[in-house]
């Protein structure tokens, strides 16, 4: 042991300082410099458009998930496994929404009172609905978030923004178009049993 060095006492802890004054590093709605070769107009526009996509995204994403917990009925396997599969494919949208508003220099929406004062979506009861109703709702919620998105897809393709133009029509839009198929069949009036002829 070195002459100079204080040996340690088995009750001394390295105990963290927890008690951090908050300090914000970048406001919301300020974009930072980043060499991306894209004018800051067209990021602005873009970081805008793809937080009100994230605010739906996410709604939608936990839509899922309330459906999935409450879904009943003959179906109820069937759509309890399915409504988990296109919330878990919803959740990895809002995070490629959201990395691609931090690539763009901005701050993406994280909090849920800020996604709830910002979505287009309605809010559905806290209670259990019905199947069609569940289906519906979800149905009116990915109608809104894929015109959204194609508008926001063609904005950014006209300001130069390849990138988010990319994001959302090969991944949102896809994504969304085929989880609307798998839950409109489940609306078409087919009896489960052949009818009388």
Do not use: C
Request: a negative charge.
């Amino acid at each position: 042991m070195a002459k100079n060095a204080t040996k340690k006492k088995p009750t001394d802890v390295a105990q963290p300082d927890y008690k951090v004054a908050p300090n914000e590093i970048q406001a919301y709605g300020v974009l930072k410099d980043l060499p991306l070769a894209l004018e800051n107009n067209a990021r602005a526009q873009s970081v805008a458009a793809l937080n009100q996509l994230l605010a739906d995204t996410i709604t939608i994403r936990d839509l899922y998930k309330k459906h999935h917990w409450q879904v009943s009925g003959a179906t109820f396997y069937s759509l309890h496994l399915l409504l988990d599969k296109h919330f878990e494919e919803q959740a990895t949208l809002v995070d490629t929404i959201a990395e691609r508003i931090m690539t763009l220099g901005g701050i993406s929406l994280a909090m849920a009172p800020d996604v709830a004062e910002t979505t287009r979506i309605a809010r559905p009861p806290r209670g259990r609905e019905d199947v069609p109703t569940q289906i519906s709702r979800l149905l009116e919620a990915h109608k809104l978030i894929l015109g959204y998105a194609r508008e926001a897809a063609d904005a950014a393709s006209d300001m130069g923004d390849e990138g988010t133009n990319d994001l959302l029509i090969s991944e949102v839009v896809r994504t969304g178009e085929l989880q609307v198929w798998f839950l409109a069949e489940h609306l078409a009036p087919t009896p489960l049993l052949p009818q009388d002829r």
